[in-house]
């Protein structure tokens, strides 16, 4: 835990307590699952996103938070066989938990762009109603040619031109889900249920990526617009998540970071004529609970050392370094020499924050020299997120404190194991979290927005549903 979280206070002591915001997320392909645990099961089977959702609902989270990978990874050419693989169809998945949750959001990462607004608007409005008004789509974007070689348009988008399609893609949707009228359809005892006349009225929008016009045929959903969740993080990105998204899953997460980016993001809502409480800022998190402090970090290192084995280490280290390093001593030092920065792909599918090889490296190198760490060492430290380590009690507070001062909303957990790495924070964390005053003790809605506390949607007409 770091100096400033612990110093961490909230600015103003006299407003009632925020109400902590959490989701559960299943994992998608990454390396922090550890898979050779006992308890590891499948990240296929139903069962397993059934036992995932079914903790949540019944730790009175928000929603359960489904990711998505379109395309295997491949590292150094070949299939990466270090990550989960293979994700089902995120609508097929969503729709399944709709019919065994009864409360829980059900929110799904969908690409815009891969995909058409019209089928898109189509299958949430159609979840949304499956579940009664729980349905959430992650909005991402993709100027990624390797993944977009599974599909027609594969390549063809320019980075600098992914948000001008996803801004488009909302739009689109947003103009869809609004063409039916809130009481579009009436019941007729003779005759059936029927739709009221002018209740539906025709679609048209002409833009730089879409030229689309018809009616559409899904009535309006229980939220009327499904919520939208964003990731962004570039100026581009935090300006779209300020005038398009109702929660942005955000990757700060060191207090001070985190603190800063929460006040950028919201002080942009301003000049798209929104409030504060419009938007959620909800970084992805992960955690290890202990009977005792030390405990806690004990069980800590060691889930770092299995998320970050020999060969992952290795594997991370060459895509910094953009070359084969597998005659290198995972446990030896970081190498001297500088990247290759000709092959800067050198891993294929797998989203990149930073794009300087160079710079990368020299601090690495930097922080291995200082701290005398090898190369698995080094991995451990810099590729790890946040994690809230502690007995119940603490783990509560960190998480508290991160929210009552201000640097986000909540938390999306993201859990070691599948599918029962949520059990003991459900048991022993949410209890506490009731206790401080900060967390439901019961829903108190039926929809995903009434849980996030925010407004309805409005209709075309600019009236709440």
């Given at each position: 835990?770091?100096?400033?979280?612990?110093?961490?206070?909230?600015?103003?002591?006299?407003?009632?307590?925020?109400?902590?915001?959490?989701?559960?997320?299943?994992?998608?392909?990454?390396?922090?699952?550890?898979?050779?645990?006992?308890?590891?099961?499948?990240?296929?089977?139903?069962?397993?996103?059934?036992?995932?959702?079914?903790?949540?609902?019944?730790?009175?989270?928000?929603?359960?938070?489904?990711?998505?990978?379109?395309?295997?990874?491949?590292?150094?050419?070949?299939?990466?066989?270090?990550?989960?693989?293979?994700?089902?169809?995120?609508?097929?998945?969503?729709?399944?938990?709709?019919?065994?949750?009864?409360?829980?959001?059900?929110?799904?990462?969908?690409?815009?762009?891969?995909?058409?607004?019209?089928?898109?608007?189509?299958?949430?409005?159609?979840?949304?109603?499956?579940?009664?008004?729980?349905?959430?789509?992650?909005?991402?974007?993709?100027?990624?040619?390797?993944?977009?070689?599974?599909f027609r348009r594969g390549g063809y988008l320019e980075r600098e031109r992914r948000y001008e399609?996803?801004?488009?893609?909302?739009?689109?949707?947003?103009?869809?889900?609004?063409?039916?009228?809130?009481?579009?359809?009436?019941?007729?005892?003779?005759?059936?249920?029927?739709?009221?006349?002018?209740?539906?009225?025709?679609?048209?929008?002409?833009?730089?990526?879409?030229?689309?016009?018809?009616?559409?045929?899904?009535?309006?959903?229980?939220?009327?617009?499904?919520?939208?969740?964003?990731?962004?993080?570039?100026?581009?990105?935090?300006?779209?998540?300020?005038?398009?998204?109702?929660v942005i899953f955000s990757r700060h997460t060191e207090h001070a970071d985190a603190k800063a980016?929460?006040?950028?993001?919201?002080?942009?809502?301003?000049?798209?004529?929104?409030?504060?409480?419009?938007?959620?800022?909800?970084?992805?998190?992960?955690?290890?609970?202990?009977?005792?402090?030390?405990?806690?970090?004990?069980?800590?290192?060691?889930?770092?050392?299995?998320?970050?084995?020999?060969?992952?280490?290795?594997?991370?280290?060459?895509?910094?370094?953009?070359?084969?390093?597998?005659?290198?001593?995972?446990?030896?030092?970081?190498?001297?020499?500088?990247?290759?920065?000709?092959?800067?792909?050198?891993?294929?599918?797998?989203?990149?924050?930073?794009?300087?090889?160079?710079?990368?490296?020299?601090?690495?190198?930097?922080?291995?020299?200082?701290?005398?760490?090898?190369?698995?060492?080094?991995?451990?430290?810099?590729?790890?997120?946040?994690?809230?380590?502690?007995?119940?009690?603490?783990?509560?507070?960190?998480?508290?404190?991160?929210?009552?001062?201000?640097?986000?909303?909540?938390?999306?957990?993201?859990?070691?194991?599948?599918?029962?790495?949520?059990?003991?924070?459900?048991?022993?964390?949410?209890?506490?979290?009731?206790?401080?005053?900060?967390?439901?003790?019961?829903?108190?809605?039926?929809?995903?927005?009434?849980?996030?506390?925010?407004?309805?949607?409005?209709?075309?007409?600019?009236?709440?549903?």
């Amino acid at each position: 835990m770091t100096e400033s979280f612990q110093n961490a206070q909230s600015s103003d002591r006299t407003r009632p307590r925020k109400q902590i915001h959490l989701g559960a997320h299943f994992p998608g392909v990454n390396n922090t699952t550890v898979w050779s645990d006992p308890d590891s099961g499948s990240q296929i089977e139903f069962s397993s996103f059934v036992h995932l959702a079914q903790t949540a609902e019944r730790g009175l989270f928000d929603f359960f938070f489904l990711a998505e990978g379109l395309r295997l990874r491949e590292h150094r050419g070949r299939i990466h066989d270090l990550d989960v693989v293979g994700r089902p169809d995120t609508f097929t998945v969503l729709n399944a938990l709709a019919a065994v949750t009864d409360r829980l959001g059900l929110a799904g990462t969908v690409n815009t762009t891969f995909n058409e607004p019209y089928e898109l608007a189509r299958q949430f409005a159609s979840l949304d109603h499956l579940s009664g008004g729980r349905a959430a789509w992650n909005a991402v974007t993709s100027p990624d040619a390797f993944t977009g070689e599974n599909f027609r348009r594969g390549g063809y988008l320019e980075r600098e031109r992914r948000y001008e399609r996803a801004a488009e893609i909302i739009a689109v949707a947003r103009l869809l889900w609004d063409a039916w009228a809130p009481d579009a359809v009436e019941a007729d005892p003779a005759t059936g249920r029927f739709l009221r006349e002018g209740a539906v009225e025709a679609f048209a929008y002409l833009g730089a990526q879409f030229d689309v016009s018809g009616t559409f045929n899904v009535p309006r959903s229980p939220q009327g617009h499904p919520v939208i969740f964003q990731a962004g993080d570039s100026d581009q990105g935090r300006e779209f998540g300020a005038s398009h998204a109702d929660v942005i899953f955000s990757r700060h997460t060191e207090h001070a970071d985190a603190k800063a980016f929460y006040a950028d993001v919201k002080d942009r809502l301003g000049r798209h004529g929104r409030e504060e409480r419009d938007l959620l800022i909800m970084p992805g998190v992960s955690f290890v609970l202990g009977d005792t402090e030390a405990e806690a970090r004990e069980n800590a290192e060691e889930v770092r050392r299995k998320q970050v084995g020999p060969q992952t280490a290795i594997a991370f280290l060459e895509q910094v370094w953009g070359q084969d390093l597998s005659h290198l001593d995972p446990d030896g030092p970081v190498p001297e020499f500088d990247p290759e920065t000709a092959d800067v792909h050198i891993t294929r599918g797998r989203v990149r924050h930073q794009q300087d090889q160079s710079s990368i490296a020299q601090r690495w190198k930097a922080i291995a020299d200082a701290k005398e760490l090898s190369i698995r060492e080094l991995v451990i430290e810099t590729t790890a997120r946040l994690q809230l380590v502690g007995t119940p009690a603490s783990v509560a507070a960190q998480i508290d404190d991160y929210v009552q001062g201000d640097a986000v909303d909540g938390f999306i957990l993201v859990p070691h194991l599948t599918p029962g790495g949520l059990d003991r924070f459900v048991d022993e964390v949410v209890p506490i979290l009731q206790e401080r005053g900060s967390f439901r003790t019961e829903y108190t809605g039926t929809t995903l927005r009434d849980h996030l506390g925010l407004a309805p949607a409005p209709t075309k007409r600019g009236t709440p549903q």
